[in-house]
């Protein structure tokens, strides 16, 4: 089965363009099931059939996974064997009838707007450090990029004159315009601080760690997970929490939707719909704290 997921992934990355941390926890999940395999004897993946699927999904309840987590890996196995099912690997597609247990969507968290202020004025603008860090918070917040897109920016990607960034989302692009404060803190950054990291190396990097190497996704939570609680924010914050501010606020002060879809990279405007609902219910709890005969 290994050579079987192998060429799985390589399919993935040559023929889907997938992303790497994509790749990445498509091998995670199939390695789990693989093992999963081996402990009930079964080596010849053409053996499995549409009650061992579903028994896995048992086991991995029984071991207390996250629905969310479950549904991740049941939809790693379906790819995984409707690829072999197309490519003639194997005569039936057991996973066919298989399906996730439900999970049931949470609303993301979102800042207020005087908590965005708090968090971006933590970091020492007198320090590389402090100064790194201020230009990857407000660059977060002024576009709503993903950190994964965040981490990966090249310094030709930023056009500080005119005040936009190219972001790369898999095989597309999008242009996200940032405002002065944005500009403020990435032209500090570029002019005073990111040569303390890279020293006279040519990287293409915008961001690195303090090592002067690529800046990881695991690098800046734990940035700014130390920049919310010196803010004394108690929002349970994530890598996404200012993506989810970006478009919450721009909404609440008036933004057509359309435009915060583009900005956000969403290919279904129903995913951008979703901060619209979080207003709506906003407004109901300022109603119903607020109005005499609620």
């Known amino acids: 089965m290994k050579i079987a997921i192998q060429k799985f992934v390589y399919y993935l990355h040559n023929e889907k363009k997938t992303s790497h ?12 099931f693989e093992d999963y395999l081996t402990e009930q004897g079964v ?4 053996n499995v059939n549409s009650p061992l699927l579903n028994s896995y999904v048992l086991y991995l309840e029984r071991e207390k996974f996250a629905a969310s987590s479950i549904s991740r890996n049941v939809a790693s196995v379906r790819a995984f064997f409707q690829y072999l099912f197309k490519n003639h690997e194997i005569q039936n597609d057991p996973s066919e009838g298989l399906k996730p247990p439900k999970v049931e969507k949470k609303p993301p968290e979102i800042l207020t707007e005087t908590e965005v202020t708090l968090l971006l004025e933590q970091p020492d603008n007198d320090t590389p450090k402090g100064m790194r860090d201020r230009a990857m918070l407000e660059l ?11 981490i990966h920016l090249k310094v030709t990607d930023v056009n500080l004159q005119l005040g936009y960034v190219t972001c790369h989302d898999s095989n597309k692009e999008r242009i996200i315009p ?5 500009k403020k803190a990435l032209t500090s950054y570029l002019s005073k601080a990111r040569g303390s990291f890279v020293g006279d190396r040519e990287m293409e990097e915008l961001f690195t760690n303090c090592s002067g190497k690529s800046m990881s996704r695991q690098g800046f939570w734990k940035v700014l997970k130390g920049y919310a609680q010196s803010a004394g924010i108690t929002t349970d914050i994530t890598p996404h929490t200012l993506r989810h501010s970006f478009a919450a606020h721009l909404l609440s002060n008036g933004a057509d939707i359309k435009s915060v879809q583009e900005m956000m990279g969403h290919s279904d405007i129903s995913s951008t719909q979703m901060y619209l609902n979080l207003n709506v219910n906003k ?9 005499p005969r609620h």
């Open 21 to 32: 941390n994509t790749e990445i926890s498509y091998q995670r999940d199939l390695k789990k």
């Open 43 to 46: 080596g010849d993946i053409s």
């Open 140 to 150: 977060l917040y002024a576009t709503g990029m993903r950190v994964s897109e965040l």
């Open 178 to 182: 940032f405002g002065t404060p944005c």
């Open 283 to 291: 407004m109901r709890d300022v109603y119903m704290n607020a109005h």
